[in-house]
């Protein structure tokens, strides 16, 4: 992409949610005392707390530039400045899929010695794996998250542990027996196959970033067509993303749901009578005798190539990601930390009833493909997979590989 600075910041301004000062400010002496920080906008303040924080004492601001809610816009917007080599972005926070990309790009700065020592330091596997793009390291994991089985405590006596289970349990129950989870054609759908194929002993693409797939992605398939098929299976399911899932379950009409944590503390605020009823477990297994890969997001912390202080965003991203600040983020806006201790915490265990099962979850995490053109990769399994119920499982392995190997390739499929 070639964009001169000034469009890239017409095209940006008005998108904003916060508005940056200027495109190319940061050449100012004025601007060269704040640091900004590029992230979604998160809601509940946690990430603007954080900023605070380490703004106390320092040389310079930690100021939180927001982005929309939306991923894909969050990353056009972002794309669209560092492609034109904008400086006004010091610190990027990262949709973890974006690792891949921007390292290929040579839009952020990897992480090295001290820097990179202190990043890593505690942090649980699956978020770390994240963070790394062919063996270097080139963000710093912040906040996590991943997603659970939740079910019925009032129909379900004994959670499922698998995908079979949860079925066979669901077809007894009759109507109430609904399974709920994100089958609409979007990334929800990648993230489903993704941890399908990787709880049956696969993955989508190898470690060389060619396309795997084989047996595994058939017994993933097939997961994703028996649900869809089933005889109370949800109606709209392939229209299903995780707020409609979360509407369904907590409004009585189905007993399971596979969805993020965020839907417990919203129970609690929408349908508080509805939360004695909710009981959660372990993302199911495809394989009865090997453990699940439960889905894995989250942000990054990432330093632009093109910041004109990177010395100052390396140290406010550390301090950003120091546990304190992981509190706060899961205190008040539920997003998981990813720094292994924390999880004995007792705020982190107020704020999470079932942080045992988010440690176990977010330590096992199957992350999506580590691809620089992931976001065509993805379009290549929602076109194979959706919608679900049209699935011939024996068929896609073929179908998904020669569309993936044209997404790699930059064609269109």
């Known amino acids: ?209 060619k396309p795997s797939l084989g047996p595994p992605a058939v017994q993933a398939a097939q997961v994703m067509k028996q649900v869809a098929t089933a005889p109370n299976h949800e109606p709209s399911l392939s229209n299903t993303k995780e707020d409609q899932a979360r509407l369904a379950f907590q409004t009585g009409k189905a007993a399971f749901q596979i969805n993020y944590s965020f839907i417990y503390a919203s129970a609690q605020t929408d349908a508080k009578a509805f939360v004695p009823k909710i009981g959660w477990t372990r993302w199911p297994a495809v394989d009865a005798n090997r453990p699940s890969r439960p889905p894995i997001g989250g942000i990054n912390l990432g330093v632009s190539r093109y910041s004109k202080q990177p010395a100052r965003a390396f140290e406010a991203a550390l301090c950003l990601a120091r546990p304190e600040n992981q509190v706060i983020a899961s205190q008040k806006g539920g997003l998981p930390p990813t720094n292994a201790a924390l999880y004995s915490d007792p705020r982190i265990l107020k704020a999470f009833p079932f942080a045992n099962f988010l440690k176990v979850s977010i330590r096992d995490g199957a992350p999506r493909p580590a691809t620089p053109a992931y976001s065509d990769v993805s379009l290549a399994v929602q076109d194979t997979l959706h919608p679900p119920g049209g699935i011939d499982p024996p068929k896609v392995p073929s179908e998904l590989k020669s569309k993936l190997k044209a997404a790699i390739k930059g064609d269109i499929f």
């Open 1 to 209: 992409m070639t964009l001169v600075k000034f469009v890239a910041c017409i095209a940006v301004a008005g998108l904003l949610v916060v508005a940056a000062s200027g495109c190319g400010s940061s050449s100012s002496g004025a601007s060269n005392s704040v640091v900004k920080w590029y992230v979604f906008n998160e809601p509940s303040g946690g990430y603007k707390e954080a900023a605070a924080n380490c703004s106390k004492g320092k040389p310079y601001r930690v100021q939180v530039v927001s982005l929309p809610t939306d991923a894909n816009q969050q990353r056009e917007l972002v794309v669209r400045r560092l492609a034109a080599k904008d400086s006004d972005i010091d610190l990027i926070g990262m949709d973890v899929i974006w690792t891949a990309e921007f390292a290929e790009a040579g839009w952020i700065r990897p992480w090295t010695g001290a820097n990179a020592q202190r990043a890593v330091q505690g942090v649980l596997p699956g978020p770390l794996a994240t963070a790394k793009f062919k063996g270097r390291l080139w963000t710093a994991p912040f906040t996590s998250n991943t997603q659970l089985l939740w079910y019925r405590k009032d129909l379900v006596k004994k959670p499922p542990t698998t995908w079979a289970e949860m079925l066979a349990q669901a077809k007894k129950l009759g109507p109430t027996g609904r399974i709920e989870l994100q089958a609409a054609k979007y990334e929800g759908l990648t993230v489903w196959f993704n941890s399908l194929i990787e709880s049956a002993g696969g993955s989508i693409l190898n470690a060389n970033g």
